[in-house]
């Protein structure tokens, strides 16, 4: 393998295409049909920088998460691995650095870090929060899972709060705020329940490694019976919700929205339960898991269909 695709394996590069989708269509499909002609002058430039921002962080911390699995990944998926074959373990650890580094002043670039200053602090916090999540907290109960589920959703969260005024929020509140408000909140917890459900059904697909070295991930400390019941939950509790949502936009008139959600997500998620249920093998978590990640994928294109109603 050479040097370039070796690079664009380490920082996984579809991983970064999926963040930077969610958050051009939330831009968009969200945020320009709702505000229109009220939409700022160097809206779009500012968006930009947040987005590379974005994708500089999750870069690095896949880089800094894959330096410190390189022991587990030579059990789980030794195929896989490009630290220590194609990259050295000093370049990554560079790379790590430079990233990070960038995405953080991209981000004091992008919004004004005298009256936006907490986002800055969010993003150093994130980079912060994916160095300690590769070196110690993956390997606990649950608090890794938890943390990559937040640091799903703040890659919606983060362009909401670009745009979302506290100051107007508190005194007068436009319509177009609260309605921006509802989505981000619905997206962004869709993005964190669904990033629950596939960090357990991977924690089961990698007991193999993970107990080896030490772990204690969900399967490992409370047994594969109890992790199953635990993703259960929440898929039913997705679904519920789910349901909700599409009895709110039913009377709205929303069909392309409801038959999209019926068909793409909601019946594909019944479907994970269904398998989830029966899985024994890690061939069939494996299943399970990409499963989850093309449901994640439809959710988010599901902001396409509110395009057409806003």
């Not at 709702?34 to 930009?48: H, M």
């Not at 992008?110 to 070196?135: E, Q």
């Not at 899985?279 to 396409?304: D, Q, V």
């Amino acid at each position: 393998m050479k040097l370039i695709p070796a690079f664009l394996k380490l920082i996984r590069w579809p991983n970064l295409f999926f963040i930077m989708l969610t958050q051009v269509l939330f831009q968009y499909c969200i945020y320009h049909p709702v505000y229109g002609n009220k939409i700022l002058p160097g809206d779009t430039s500012q968006f930009i920088l947040l987005v590379v921002a974005s994708v500089c962080i999750a870069a690095a911390g896949n880089i800094i998460n894959d330096y410190f699995d390189m022991n587990i990944d030579r059990i789980n998926k030794p195929e896989k691995m490009v630290i220590g074959k194609y990259i050295s373990r000093r370049w990554a650890l560079l790379w790590h650095m430079v990233l990070s580094v960038l995405g953080i002043l991209l981000t004091a670039i992008a919004v004004n870090p005298f009256s936006r200053w907490y986002l800055v602090v969010a993003n150093g916090i994130c980079v912060m929060l994916l160095w300690f999540y590769s070196a110690r907290f993956k390997k606990d109960t649950l608090v890794g899972n938890v943390i990559v589920s937040l640091l799903a959703a703040w890659t919606i969260m983060i362009i909401f709060l670009s745009k979302f005024s506290f100051f107007d929020a508190f005194h007068n509140a436009l319509p177009q705020q609260l309605k921006l408000f509802r989505f981000a909140v619905l997206y962004a917890g869709f993005a964190f329940i669904i990033s629950l459900i596939r960090e357990a059904i991977k924690d089961v697909e990698d007991m193999a490694g993970d107990r080896k070295y030490g772990c204690k991930t969900m399967p490992i400390v409370w047994g594969v019976n109890a992790t199953k019941v635990y993703v259960a939950v929440w898929i039913m509790l997705l679904i519920a919700l789910l349901a909700v949502v599409q009895i709110y936009i039913l009377q709205l008139g929303w069909w392309l929205g409801v038959v999209y959600c019926l068909v793409l997500i909601v019946v594909p998620a019944l479907y994970l339960f269904r398998k989830l249920l029966g899985a024994n093998s890690s061939k069939e978590y494996h299943f399970i898991s990409s499963l989850t990640k093309t449901i994640m994928f439809t959710g988010i294109l599901s902001m396409l269909t509110f395009y057409f109603y806003l």
